[in-house]
């Protein structure tokens, strides 16, 4: 388990290494931008409420891939499908290639998430119309930690919109088996497989 002093190293560590990236990826948080802004009118950067450490809610930054639609944030909220209409040309790259989650390195430096952790799933978000503590008890327990650019559900096949409730069950799963049976080996193995499962492009949509 993730203790008080190994949270605070753990912490200090994926800042310094978070700061480390953002510097040497600002060519490609650039390029994409520009991308974005040539493709389709809207906003960069799209923001959505998330859920955070110990049930809080925070901002969550990500690349825009859908047609900016202002009246969409007073709508219900609707996961991301296959073929999904709203997704623009340039989003379908990004999403595919996960390059429309690089924001979330300043939501790491903000110390809002952790490089790796448990995926933030957004608030009031429904699987067959039910919320996740209504699905599974366990649910709010990921939540004990900093939630995660990548994680143990993602090097494990789980990423993606979740359709099913037995995919929210699975995800919940192994996102505390990875609180539960938390090291630094175990974060270093989760980033090391991140470069594969983004190449294998699993349930990347």
Partial sequence: RIMRWDAAIRGGAFFLIGGIVTVLLLPVLAIVALAIRLDSPG?????QRRHAFNNHEFDIYKFRTMRWNPAAATETLQQTT??????????????????????????????DMSLVGPRPHAVNMRTKDRLGHEITARYAHRHRVKPGITGWSQVNGSRGAIDTTAQL???????????????VLLDLKILALTVPAIVKRTNAY
Avoid: M
């Fill in 82 to 111: 296959r073929h999904d209409a709203r997704i623009t040309r340039v989003g379908r790259f990004l999403r595919s290639s996960s390059l429309d989650e690089l924001p979330q390195l300043f939501n790491v430096l903000k110390g």
């Fill in 169 to 183: 069950r699975r995800r919940v799963k192994l996102d505390l088996q990875y609180i539960e049976n938390w090291s």
């Fill in 43 to 47: 906003p960069i950067i799209f923001k």
